[in-house]
């Protein structure tokens, strides 16, 4: 009979496996959607959502976006991330969870990055931009990063309270602001309609998708001490 130790090393590696291996189909998945779009499938529709925007631009509108597409960055994310650390620190959550965001981050950087690369879809036209912007359009890198900041910051309310309430107001809050932030990236002139709807998918499968392989992997091991 295997001991304790075993079972819990051979369980993890299969989580870590699954994640993986999840992770590398939703990567596949956008690369060949990727692929589609930048082949000119869905060129009319970003190139019209992209005219009338910039066709209502204000000086005010601008401002705020400029503001609001911050929320996606790495410094959203390295805030997020000292949070976390300070409550790792405290004690306020567990290293488990802790671990769960980094893995989170990663994959999300890891597939943009990648698809950007292989996809090499053109950004709109320089003439239009409000901000610099490097690297390839698709997906949205920001879009994507506000997913996970936001995400985490919903599951840190899941865990420290129980008020439906609260909860609920801390999904509204995520969605709004992932919401603003896509947008921001199409106003600012530095991304298409198309790459901001990839970048809020990819995120949110992989963040659901690493949800469930945990809590399926910490089933499977709590069935086994039983």
Not at 5 to 23: E, K, M
Not at 171 to 176: F, L, M, Q, Y
Not at 192 to 219: N, P, Q
Request: charged share 15%; net charge positive.
């Amino acid at each position: 009979m295997r001991s304790a130790p075993r079972r819990v090393r051979g369980g993890l590696a299969r989580t870590v496996a699954i994640a993986v291996v999840a992770w590398a189909g939703l990567v596949g998945l956008l690369v060949l959607v990727g692929w589609l779009v930048s082949r000119g499938r869905v060129d009319a529709f970003d190139r019209r959502v992209t005219a009338v925007i910039v066709a209502h631009r204000t000086a005010a509108l601008d401002a705020t976006m400029r503001s609001v597409t911050w929320l996606g960055s790495w410094a959203a994310a390295l805030v997020t991330g000292s949070i976390l650390v300070v409550l790792v620190l405290r004690r306020r959550i567990t290293n488990s969870f802790f671990l769960l965001v980094v893995a989170a981050w990663a994959g999300e950087a890891a597939g943009v990055t990648l698809t950007k690369r292989i996809v090499a879809r053109q950004r709109p036209p320089q003439a239009i931009h409000l901000v610099t912007a490097h690297g390839w359009s698709w997906p949205s890198g920001h879009t994507a990063t506000a997913v996970i900041v936001f995400g985490t910051l919903v599951l840190l309310v899941i865990v420290t309270t129980p008020r439906i309430a609260v909860r609920a107001a801390a999904w509204g809050v995520a969605v709004i602001a992932v919401g603003l932030v896509g947008f921001s990236r199409v106003e600012l002139g530095v991304h298409w309609a198309t790459d901001v709807i990839a970048g809020a998918i990819y995120a949110s499968c992989w963040l659901a998708t690493l949800l469930l392989v945990t809590r399926h992997g910490r089933d499977r091991a709590l069935e086994r001490s039983n």
